[in-house]
């Protein structure tokens, strides 16, 4: 039998949505910073020569560019402010998160409530500084080793650029935590999101015409299209798919006579827990070997014949790369899945609220079984994960033809990313029409009561 809550979804109609005014207001305050957003990434950093840079960019723009420039909406491409766009807070997420795990600090900070969380988040946010400002002096190096492409190169160009995308960086952050709080869906997930449904429509065109022109044959045309929809089509399937377990209530009885309790609800435990995380954080790692050699090349001297030679082995869409890539997948699904779901905690939660799976003894046996059953979801998971990044990546380094936003648009994270915060914000959504049409029904109740 169908929940209340599935009852009231399964009703929902653009009528209601109509008369959900405050769910209106939010999607148009969430509109309105995607598009403030995308306004960014077509400002330039100063002191660049466009031209000139943009021909390197076409010339040399390979893998490490390409992926980077995805999610940044374009804004490597054009040397915006947003060129950064959210990665260097989305690192130092994923840093904080684990550090709270190893941390006994950090562990009782999490655990004094919203007073503590701000404080993490404070931590978080000097540490986007410091990743943003690293990241940013490499690119300003970058750009001095590109011939052409500064206008005034030196100290003054250094600094003004590290300060410009450290800037934007943090003012991205910001409209993400605004997104979150006065609109809907998760606002950074949201703007990586844009980002990268900003390129489709590009890359699209470009394989059409790159069709049209004899680059790309028909074959290989129908083949990436096959494969974006079908690894979309598992992607939905695998991310929605979920084990449930059955949690029991026993019965209790008041004063008076009366019972309460006695109730069975499910414990929703995805098949994916770790979400995107995992391959965003292998891809991460995986790219501070290029960045430290794209310093070390750009340095007086160009750089030693070695690093050249270490840099294209472990360089983008190489068979090291693909494997390190895989199994790195794998290691961090294992390794953060405990931050996200815990046992323990759960377990704890369960035998104070009366609550117990059949046929398991609540406390430390419940935690040993909860944990059972997320490592061989955990092992399935990685597994899909893995499968989903590093399949299209390796279809991308045996075939040349394939120009790179066409590569990028077919990559597994990227579809990992579009449909993960698409189902993420949908079901956000779906919820607030369901807590409008329960205020509704409370509402029609009251005055009921008043007439009577």
């Known amino acids: 039998m169908a929940s209340a809550s599935e009852q009231l979804a399964s009703n929902m109609n653009f009528g209601v949505f109509a008369k959900a005014k405050e769910l209106q207001q939010r999607l148009l305050f969430t509109l309105f910073i995607l598009v403030v957003y995308r306004i960014g990434t077509f400002v330039p950093v100063p002191g660049m020569d466009m031209s000139a840079f943009q021909a390197a960019f076409q010339s040399g723009g390979g893998g490490l560019l390409t992926r980077l420039n995805m999610f940044a909406g374009g804004a490597v491409e054009r040397m915006a402010i947003f060129a950064l766009n959210v990665m260097p807070y989305i690192s130092a997420s994923i840093i904080m998160t684990l550090m709270k795990g190893s941390l006994p600090s950090l562990k009782e900070l999490d655990k004094d409530g919203e007073q503590g969380r701000k404080q993490i988040n404070q931590y978080t946010r000097y540490l986007t500084v410091f990743l943003a400002a690293f990241q940013a002096y490499g690119i300003a190096r970058a750009l001095q080793a590109t011939e052409g492409a500064v206008i005034n190169p030196g100290m003054f160009f250094e600094a003004s650029t590290v300060i410009t995308l450290v800037g934007g960086t943090m003012f991205l952050m910001w409209l993400g935590e605004q997104v979150t709080a006065r609109g809907v869906g998760n606002g950074v997930s949201l703007i990586i999101f844009a980002g990268i449904v900003a390129e489709l429509p590009k890359a699209l065109f470009q394989s059409f015409s790159l069709n049209q022109q004899g680059t790309?044959?028909?074959?290989?045309?129908?083949?990436?299209?096959?494969?974006?929809?079908?690894?979309?089509?598992?992607?939905?399937?695998?991310?929605?798919?979920?084990?449930?377990?059955?949690?029991?209530?026993?019965?209790?009885?008041?004063?008076?006579?009366?019972?309460?309790?006695?109730?069975?609800?499910?414990?929703?435990?995805?098949?994916?827990?770790?979400?995107?995380?995992?391959?965003?954080?292998?891809?991460?790692?995986?790219?501070?070997?290029?960045?430290?050699?794209?310093?070390?090349?750009?340095?007086?001297?160009?750089?030693?014949?070695?690093?050249?030679?270490?840099?294209?082995?472990?360089?983008?869409?190489?068979?090291?790369?693909?494997t390190l890539y895989a199994i790195l997948i794998v290691f961090f699904c294992y390794f953060y899945v405990p931050y996200v779901f815990k046992p323990d905690d759960v377990a704890d939660n369960l035998r104070k609220n009366g609550g117990f799976l059949p046929g398991i003894r609540p406390g430390e046996r419940t935690a040993k079984y909860l944990t059972y059953v997320l490592s061989r979801l955990t092992f399935i998971g990685a597994i899909y994960v893995a499968f989903v990044c590093v399949l299209p990546e390796y279809i991308i380094a045996q075939n040349k033809g394939i120009p790179p936003s066409v590569a990028m648009l077919i990559g597994g994270m990227s579809l990992l990313i579009i449909v993960s915060v698409t189902l993420d914000t949908v079901a956000q959504i779906q919820s607030h029409l369901i807590a409008h049409q329960y205020e509704g029904l409370i509402k029609k109740s009251r005055m009921r009561r008043k007439k009577k």
Do not use: C, D, H, W
């Open 216 to 322: 790309i044959s028909e074959l290989l045309l129908v083949f990436i299209i096959v494969l974006f929809v079908a690894l979309s089509m598992l992607i939905v399937f695998v991310e929605r798919a979920q084990r449930r377990l059955l949690v029991q209530y026993p019965k209790r009885q008041m004063a008076g006579g009366k019972t309460f309790g006695g109730e069975a609800s499910f414990m929703p435990l995805k098949l994916n827990t770790a979400g995107v995380i995992p391959p965003i954080f292998a891809s991460s790692l995986l790219l501070l070997p290029a960045t430290f050699g794209q310093l070390a090349l750009s340095g007086e001297g160009g750089g030693s014949g070695f690093m050249t030679s270490l840099l294209a082995y472990i360089g983008y869409g190489s068979p090291v790369y693909l």
